[in-house]
């Protein structure tokens, strides 16, 4: 397993952006399929992106497509996940994910976890 540490959540208001990190430690994130997801209070933990451990494959869930954006740069063992146009029912805490092997979307895929970010958006 690697160790993921998420970074860049916070408060801010709807129609803002924000750029969620996920730090790699322990283990190069390179051979490593990453994924978003993200859990609100009395909900299911949702798939939100998801990216190949080249880069070159993504796939985004529908709620999401079109405002954000997954990508990674393996020299810096990190995956990115660009949040453009946020909206109040964004408002969630955002884990990232690591599998050795294809992207997923499925968390059971995933067995590599973070601890998870908060991220408020206001109205």
């Known amino acids: 397993q690697v160790q993921l540490v998420e970074s860049g959540g916070g408060l801010v208001q709807a129609g803002d952006s924000l750029r969620l990190s996920c730090a790699a430690s322990g283990r190069t994130l390179s051979y490593y399929a990453v994924a978003w997801f993200r859990q609100a209070p009395g909900s299911d933990r949702e798939f939100l992106a998801t990216?190949?451990?080249?880069?070159?494959?993504?796939f985004y869930s529908d709620s999401v497509k079109g405002r954000f954006t997954i990508s990674r740069q393996n020299v810096r063992n990190t995956v990115y996940l660009q949040m453009n146009r946020l909206k109040p029912e964004d408002t969630a805490v955002y884990y990232c994910?690591?599998?050795?092997?294809?992207?997923?979307?499925?968390?059971?895929?995933?067995?590599?976890w973070g601890q998870g970010i908060q991220v408020t958006v206001s109205s």
């Open positions: 990216i190949s451990w080249s880069g070159e494959t993504t």
């Open positions: 994910a690591a599998r050795l092997g294809d992207a997923a979307t499925s968390a059971r895929a995933f067995d590599s």
